[in-house]
């Protein structure tokens, strides 16, 4: 049944007619999230102020077959939240409450609306850390990285989303409302459904509530930077680092494209002849720090690095990070659409993987440069054009298609953070086999019997 | 259709008869594995070669409706590799072989009948480690701890199993050999297939291959012990620790009857007049260990603990640990029967849980002592009964139900890292309510249309 009068009569029964929009141009900013070129408008945006009315809106979903949308910020990159096939976008940022931090259980309860940085910051408070850290957390909410797993800088060291996550209450797409996992460390009763849930896009269930664990804060940290003439060379000393026995809490990279629009945008004094940046950092115990620090300084100079500077306090360890942070804003503003997509190796294929990405780049007379993660092999391939260009947009599609089959040829994978949603879904079969595809799509059907989850996305 | 005699030679066929077991005498030690009590004979085992057996075993028996229950090293504590339905236990064991271990990309790639120790001991080679440790790891094998999600001793600041499986090669029910995630520390093309099959009890698919996370071995450790007068100011003195900044990476504790019987067996020089003994343990740089150690030693002083002794040396540090690792036999000599539970509670709620187990064990006048791990309130409830007296053995199964329910009550969970398996699939509905056991089904069903992998076990 299509989206009708009595419907949305129904909705505003359940969440309150303040708590509904339906006007067009109130609709307009849920037709897209932050990727570029994907849109589509919802029939209806509900701000639910529970699980209850979750579960209520969800039952008349799955009753009128009508398509629900989870939505958190709308900061994702590959269209997870918009609604492709129409429907009710369910906005779940009314649920912004921080329901406790426990000092004793090392965790925090939360609604999924809170952002990633508001319980960053209370965690910090208490001399806790939450340590995801995805670089979205300024607006991006706790439910919405979990529905992506994101990822972040902390990776290698620390691990992702997933690995912090401890109970979820969730609402089925059947109005169901379950809780799994709960306060505990160690929990194996019954199938790792918290874990599934994370990462599932908003395909499987919408969260109301999550409990993530916290660590201690570290108590000191250290930051360096190390030019290289070329990426290989940087790549070489990453290798050199891991296998010193160094496991960095931060080991970003920036290729030569990335380094010469950082300096260009924001003047921070990097050295634009360098072939490529590598930023490396630290975190735990001082002496400990210190000598991590060191030793990835030296592995950086035993592998002809030009340059290497350490941070000697905050505030110069704060300019350095500043260069990674600055990569995408310093890359957009070269072009009025900017495409940023994570495709992923394992790390010793990195400096092969962005000299593919600068073939195709070439090839296709595009302007893509590469940032990342290079503790992880997870880049980040960014393309800069002109959207009124179709030419460059079509090829640009092309250039990303050709960069997804590199990486699964190099033994990687089409997103290590981002996530699929509308945009990567053609490629997931590439990806995972038709075997693998299937058994998602009958996994999807054990939780979402009509299909209304997110459809387009992830199990479609 | 039943087991026949031409199933039989189709197995013969995919396995070759070497590898198949028909008789009687061969097939009565796959009747059980380590859990006490439970047992059923098997109408075959089968010692597959590799993968497209295991394929070629599964798609025969989903054909003809034959279980099928695979069984790694057999030590499994809830009866998870118990073929209660009779049919084919398939056994993992000739697939023993560590295929691949990378320094560069620290992880390693091994077939699932490796035993953990031997993973370890050539992770430990290379001065890298594989970090879960479950107790049976000198003989489990990794598949069965991947199977299970084996926790361990490190659980608190080194997470279980599951944050160390980054790949897997699998075979479903139905035949069809998947690989899910891969060398990635960071992959989100999918659902979480790999975290949803690690700890699925060998009831969704059979893993035939796996990739796991390897970390740099680290450089230094730390030991030491501490006794109280009660358990209660032993969990005073690990929320101290922890509320100090502190995750040590070992926190196990033993109640006063486990002191006792350890002390009694192994004459290791223990407080028997102790009401309860904390043994601690941390590891990383030389110094970090040393403040920290210092630290926790400080803390459960200042909690009022009896004693405190920290271990000059490896050789302490063992003698020390021994008192851990004895506690399991030390018990089990008390009794020819031995129970081993791992309810799990809210670390805070840790003293109060071994209060309402000592009360349960009293009024079913039991002989239950406590160990475990203290840092993610894991439990280890431990029955010794004579297996001829058939009321203590009834009395033993009531109070075992009790303690799950008060597990559940204290916010805990029946099972910790040991598994659901036949022997606590009973208690599971309490756990989880009926709206997760019917979903836990339902993807059960997306993995098994025919219900022939481990039946009744988790997911029936």
């Known amino acids: 049944m299509p989206f009708t009068a009595e419907f949305a009569d129904e909705l505003a029964r359940i969440v309150g007619h303040q708590h509904l929009r339906l006007g067009p141009g ?27 009315e979750v579960s209520a809106v969800l039952k008349l979903a799955t009753e009128h077959s009508v398509p629900v949308v989870p939505r958190g910020a709308g900061s994702n990159l ?13 906005v779940l940022t009314r649920l912004n409450r921080i329901l406790e931090i426990s000092d004793g259980e090392l965790l925090a309860r939360v609604e999924p609306g809170v952002t990633t940085n508001t319980l960053s910051e209370a965690a910090e408070k208490r001399g806790l850390r939450y340590v995801p850290d995805p670089g979205s957390r300024m607006v991006s909410t706790v439910g919405g990285n979990i529905a992506t797993c994101a990822g972040g800088l902390r990776g290698l060291k620390y691990g992702v989303t997933r690995n912090y996550v401890l109970g979820l209450e969730a609402v089925l797409p059947t109005g169901e409302i379950i809780r799994t996992g709960g306060r505990l460390w160690k929990d194996v009763a019954g199938y790792d459904l918290t874990r599934l849930l994370t990462g599932s896009e908003g395909t499987l269930a919408v969260l109301t509530e999550a409990t993530v664990a916290l ?59 360098a072939g490529a940046l590598l930023l490396f950092g630290d975190d735990g115990p001082a002496e400990a720090v210190a000598e991590n620090i060191d030793r990835i300084g030296k592995a950086c100079v035993a592998e ?3 340059e290497v500077t350490l941070a000697d306090d905050i505030t110069s360890a704060e300019a350095l990070l500043a260069a990674r942070r600055c990569s995408l804003p310093a890359l957009s503003r070269l072009g ?16 092969e993987m962005v000299g593919r990405i600068d073939d195709i780049a070439e090839r296709h007379e ?33 250039a990303f298609g050709e960069i997804f089959t590199a990486a699964i040829e190099l033994g990687g994978t089409i997103t290590g953070e981002h996530g699929v949603g509308a945009a990567k879904l053609p490629y997931l079969l590439d990806r ?20 209304i989850l997110n459809p387009g996305k992830l199990g479609s």
């Open 366 to 398: 595009l302007r893509i440069a590469t940032f990342g993660h290079a503790g992880d092999g997870n880049l980040h391939p960014t393309c800069v054009l002109d959207p009124g260009d179709t030419g460059a947009v079509e090829r640009a599609h092309k």
């Open 336 to 351: 009025s659409l900017t495409i940023l997509e994570d495709a992923t190796v394992p790390r010793p294929r990195l400096a």
């Open 215 to 273: 660590v201690p804060a570290p108590s000191g940290g250290g930051t360096g930077v190390a030019y290289f003439t070329s990426l290989e060379a940087a790549c070489g000393a990453v290798a050199a680092i891991i296998e010193s026995g160094v496991l960095p809490a931060t080991l970003e990279f920036l290729d030569r494209k990335c380094v010469r629009a950082v300096e260009e945008f924001a003047r921070l004094g990097l050295r634009t002849d």
């Open 304 to 306: 002809g690095a030009l």
């Open 78 to 90: 590959c269209a997870g939240t918009v609604p492709v096939d129409g429907g009710v976008v369910l």
């Open 26 to 52: 109130e609709l307009a900013p849920y037709s897209r999230d932050a990727t570029p070129l994907f849109s589509a408008e919802p029939d209806a945006v509900v701000f639910p102020g529970d699980a209850e």
């Open 432 to 451: 995972l086999g038709p075997e693998q595809v299937a058994l998602l799509r009958r996994i999807k059907a054990a939780f979402d019997p009509a299909s």
